[in-house]
């Protein structure tokens, strides 16, 4: 078959690629879709069981640093889109282990871009039609204050906020992690190919993402599997770190739009204006849990357990997304209590896919980590 574009999506067997594949593989029939993952502990061809069989879909295990099997993909594809999503993701492993999120991160963003500019630039129509997306974090640009520690209503949202300040497209990089060091600057590479080579580039920096198939590592999806085993949830400093949550569904309809209608060499803020003190969502996660399990609701307030902090620990992350509302018309179609209880449900009724990922490593892993606290 012909078809209309061939698309490459990088990191497609993780938590967000996951959704990303699914949209493009069901709402375009026409768009050939390879999924490019090298399937690390974080990637789970288990997240795309319903769609693996779709006649679009290929899936390609590599990794993204393999710069010979990135060119013979692109050609082998005539891939005249990127959406790259693969990295790692988790701030508690790059604290461990920055050398790996360096050589991922910066190196294989970096190798998807050479690979990327020689292909397209082979072409006669060279880079007409074509488009890298690149998908980054909010925590690129370091931490805001939190100058109203109890919350306020503002005027730019109608829920609650922590602080006067928002991140813009406009703010300066000032990430602080390894975590999100690697991943400013990956963003400035992607930039830089467009800039230098003309490569038609785009970039967008969401908020916190949550719902189904999150890798457990991460605060939402841990806590549930915590709580229903009725095991310690391991509340780091005070709890009252802020991040603002965005349904994971969601975020992948932005990508889909921007990826569609985004201005070359844009960058679009993603957020979805819910900024919640940790300590705050995490009762609500436990009252969630509770009810769902037919427990007496919030019986299990007392797993929360204190512990060390996170070393360098971002205060507040919030998210102004003006831009991508205005310019392009995207807005969450969720609200906050809505995508959390679906997100517990998915969680609790599929026990299996988590059992599926807790066991074996993932218990050592845990164990040490939590032992270093
Ligand atoms: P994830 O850790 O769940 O998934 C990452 C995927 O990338 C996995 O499938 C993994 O196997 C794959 N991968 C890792 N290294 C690879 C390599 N060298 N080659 C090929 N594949 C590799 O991550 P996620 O939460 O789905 O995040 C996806 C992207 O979105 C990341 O770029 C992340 O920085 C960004 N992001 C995440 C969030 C969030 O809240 N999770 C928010 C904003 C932006
Ligand atoms: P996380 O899900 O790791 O996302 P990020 O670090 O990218 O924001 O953590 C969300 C918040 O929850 C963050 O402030 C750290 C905190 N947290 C805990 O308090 N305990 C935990 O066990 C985890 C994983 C996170």
Redesign the pocket.
């Known amino acids: 078959m012909n078809y209309k574009r061939n698309l490459l999506i990088?990191?497609?067997?993780?938590?967000?690629?996951?959704h990303v594949v699914r949209l493009f593989v069901t709402k375009y029939p026409d768009y050939r879709i390879i999924n490019?993952?090298?399937?690390?502990?974080?990637?789970?061809l288990a997240n795309l069981k319903d769609i693996e069989a779709s006649p679009n879909y290929l899936f390609v295990k590599?990794?993204?640093?393999d710069f010979e099997k990135i060119q013979e993909l692109l050609a082998q594809y005539r891939v005249d889109g990127i959406i790259?999503?693969?990295?790692?993701?988790?701030v508690d492993r790059s604290i461990k282990d920055p050398f790996t999120f360096a050589?991922?991160?910066v190196m294989?963003t970096l190798t998807l871009l050479q690979a990327a500019k020689l292909y397209w630039e082979s072409l006669p129509e060279g880079y007409e039609g074509k488009r890298f997306y690149h998908?980054?974090?909010?925590?690129v640009y370091g931490a805001l204050e939190l100058t109203k520690p109890n919350g306020i209503k503002s005027d730019i949202s109608a829920h609650e906020v922590y602080g006067d300040e928002f991140f813009r497209e406009t703010t300066k990089y000032n990430p602080h992690s390894p975590?999100s060091a690697s991943?400013a600057s990956s963003d400035h590479f992607v930039r830089a190919f467009h800039d230098t080579y003309g490569m038609p580039t785009i970039v967008t920096?969401?908020?916190?993402?949550?719902g189904p198939y999150?890798?457990p590592e991460?605060l939402i999806p841990l806590f549930i599997n915590n709580i229903r085993h009725r095991k310690p949830l391991p509340v780091y400093g005070k709890g009252e770190n802020v991040r603002d949550w965005?349904y994971?569904v969601d975020?992948a309809r932005a990508i889909d739009l921007i990826f569609h209608k985004g201005k070359i060499a844009e960058t679009y803020n993603i957020g979805g204006f819910n900024e919640w003190k940790n300590i705050d969502i995490i009762k609500v996660v436990i009252r969630t849990v509770d009810r769902l399990l037919g427990r007496k609701e919030g019986e299990d307030l007392d797993l929360i357990t204190y512990v060390t902090d996170r070393k360098g620990h971002d205060l507040r992350y919030a998210i102004d997304s003006t831009k991508l509302k205005t310019e392009l018309g995207w807005e969450p179609s969720l609200q906050f209590e809505e995508g959390i209880e679906l997100t517990v449900k998915w969680y609790l009724e599929n026990q299996a896919w988590m059992d599926n990922i807790t066991s074996g490593e993932y218990e050592k892993y845990y164990e040490e980590m939590y032992r270093n606290r």
């Open positions: 990088t990191g497609g067997a993780g938590f967000i690629g996951s490019l993952d090298k399937l690390t502990y974080a990637g789970n590599a990794d993204i640093c790259h999503l693969a990295a790692e993701s988790h050589r991922t991160n294989g998908i980054s974090t909010d925590e975590y991943k920096n969401c908020s916190n993402n949550y999150q890798f991460k965005l994971v975020h």
